[in-house]
C-alpha cells in the first residue's frame, strides 16, 4: 500500500508556503493533494472488495452445498460486515447517505464535546506533579545541555545566536520609547521616591568600607597633572590677584613658591593614607551620611536639590545621551566576532557546562529548581494551556472539522472496512460449517 508522505518526502519548492485556512489549520496543498490520493485509492479498495463479494454471491447463490456453499456463506457475510463497517466508518464524519440517522455525523455534531475530553484528558495525564518532576530529572536537562554546550563549535554558536539577538533587539528598540519611559516612568518614580535616607546609607557604607580612597587619589592624581601641565597658568592666575603695587618680580617668586609648595601638599595627601586632609574629607562625608539619614534639614536640602536636577530640561536629553552612548557601546562589543566579550563569554559558557558535568550535586540542584518552575507554571499557567484546546476546537466549523480530520486518518480507517470484510467472510464460512455440523 502507498503510505502518505512525510513532510521531508515534500519537495522543497511545496514546503516553501504553508498557507493557513479559513479556520487556522495549516494547510500544505501538497501533502493534502496526496492524502486525498491515497484516501481515494483506499476508499476505491475497500469498495471493491465489496462489490467482489456482492459478484461472488450472485454467482453463487441457490449452492447451498458443498464448496460453493461455503463461497456463497463467506460472500453474504462479507458484504453485511463490509456495508456494517462502511457505515461505522461514514458515520463518524458524514450522515451515511445523507440520512439524519441518529448517532451519525459524530465529529461535526460532537465536536464541542471531543474538545473538552480533549482538555480533559491533557490535563489528567500531563498536567500533574508527579509525572512533571519524573519527566524532567528523566530527562536530565543540566547534564544534557552542558553535554552539548561542550561540544565542539557550540558554546561559540550559543554565545553568537545571543549576541546577535541582542544587537538586534537593541536597533529595534525605539528612541522615542525610551525617551517616553524616562520621562514618564523613571524620572517621576524617582521625584516621588526619597532618596535622602538610602544615598545617606548608602554614602555611610562607602566610607566604612574605604570605597572612596580610590576615588580620591584619582582626583589627587589629576589636580597634580594639572598643575605640572599649567604651571604658567596657574602662575598666572596668582599674580592677576596681586596688589598692584608689588613688583613683578615678587609677584612671579611668590606664584612660584604656590606652585611648588601646592605640588608638594598634594604630594603629600596621596603618599599619607592618615593625612589630616584625608581625615577632614571622611569626616566630613561620615557627618553628610548621618544627616542625610537623621537630619531633617538636611534630607529636605537633599530632596529640593533632586527635584531641581530632575525636573531640569536637559536632563532626558542627558539620559538620552548616555543611553545612545551605552547601546552604541553595546553593539559595537557584541558585533565583534573576535572581540573580548564573546571570547569571555564562550569561555564561561565551556567552564560552567564543564562544572556542571563534574558536580553532580550542583545538577541535581538546578534540575530540582527547573522541575519546581516548571510545575510552578503548570499549577498556574495549565488551566489556561489545556482551555485552548476547547476554545480552538469550539471555534472551527463542524463540516470542514470533520473533512481534516479523515484527510489525516481516513485512509486507514478504510482498513477497518477492508478487515470487517474478510473478517466478515471467514465469519460467514465459520457459520456456514457450524450450521451443517448441527443436526437438524
Known amino acids: ?56 454471491y450472485v454467482l453463487t447463490r441457490g449452492h447451498d ?191 612660584r613658591k604656590i606652585h611648588t609648595e601646592a605640588l608638594k601638599w598634594l604630594a603629600d595627601i596621596r603618599r599619607d593614607p592618615e593625612h589630616d586632609v584625608r581625615r577632614a574629607l571622611d569626616k566630613l562625608l561620615v557627618d553628610l551620611a548621618a544627616d542625610l539619614q537623621h537630619d531633617p534639614v538636611t534630607q529636605e536640602k537633599a530632596e529640593r536639590l533632586k527635584e531641581r536636577l530632575l525636573t531640569h530640561p536637559q536632563v532626558v536629553d542627558t539620559a538620552m545621551s548616555l543611553w545612545g552612548s551605552l547601546r552604541a557601546v553595546a553593539i559595537s562589543a557584541l558585533e565583534d566576532e573576535a572581540g573580548p566579550v564573546r571570547t569571555r563569554a564562550v569561555e564561561e559558557v565551556t567552564g560552567l557546562a564543564e562544572r556542571l558535568l563534574a558536580d553532580r550535586t550542583l545538577r541535581d540542584r538546578i534540575d530540582t529548581r527547573i522541575c519546581d518552575a516548571t510545575v510552578y507554571a503548570v499549577e498556574r499557567y495549565g488551566t489556561e494551556l489545556t482551555k485552548i484546546i476547547s476554545h480552538t476546537v469550539d471555534r472551527w466549523d463542524g463540516k470542514e472539522t470533520a473533512e481534516r480530520v479523515e484527510l489525516q486518518v481516513g485512509r486507514d480507517l478504510q482498513f477497518i472496512r477492508i478487515n470487517g470484510t474478510l473478517v466478515g467472510g471467514l465469519i460467514g464460512m465459520l457459520i456456514h460449517a457450524v450450521s451443517i455440523l448441527l443436526p437438524s
Open 1 to 56: 500500500m502507498t503510505t502518505a508522505p512525510s513532510a521531508t518526502d515534500v519537495p522543497a519548492a511545496a514546503r516553501t508556503s504553508v498557507p493557513s485556512g479559513p479556520l487556522g489549520f495549516m494547510v500544505d496543498p501538497a501533502l493534502d493533494a496526496q492524502r486525498r490520493r491515497d484516501l481515494r485509492r483506499m476508499r476505491l479498495v475497500a469498495t471493491g472488495l465489496l462489490v467482489l463479494a456482492a459478484i461472488v
Open 65 to 255: 452445498e458443498g464448496l460453493l456453499g461455503f463461497v456463497n456463506a463467506g460472500a453474504e457475510a462479507s458484504m453485511v460486515g463490509a456495508c456494517a463497517d462502511w457505515f461505522a466508518v461514514t458515520a463518524i464524519f458524514r450522515h451515511p447517505l445523507g440520512l439524519p440517522i441518529p448517532h451519525t455525523a459524530l465529529i461535526p455534531r460532537k465536536k464541542e464535546m471531543i474538545g473538552k475530553s480533549l482538555e480533559e484528558f491533557v490535563g489528567e495525564n500531563f498536567m500533574r506533579e508527579d509525572i512533571i518532576r519524573e519527566r524532567v530529572l528523566d530527562a536530565e536537562p543540566t547534564r544534557r545541555a552542558a553535554e552539548w554546550a561542550l561540544a565542539p563549535g557550540h558554546a561559540k554558536r550559543l554565545v553568537d545566536e545571543v549576541a546577535t539577538v541582542t544587537v538586534h533587539a537593541l536597533h529595534r528598540i525605539p528612541d522615542e520609547d525610551v525617551r517616553a519611559v524616562i520621562e514618564q516612568a523613571v524620572l517621576p518614580r524617582l521625584v516621588q521616591e526619597p532618596v535622602s535616607s538610602l544615598a545617606g546609607g548608602l554614602l555611610d557604607q562607602v566610607v566604612r568600607d574605604q570605597a572612596h580612597v580610590g576615588l580620591v587619589d584619582l582626583a589627587l592624581d589629576e589636580m597634580r597633572a594639572w598643575l605640572v601641565d599649567n604651571e604658567d597658568l596657574f602662575e598666572s592666575l596668582i599674580t592677576q590677584r596681586a596688589p598692584t603695587w608689588v613688583p613683578t618680580a615678587v609677584n612671579d617668586l611668590v606664584a
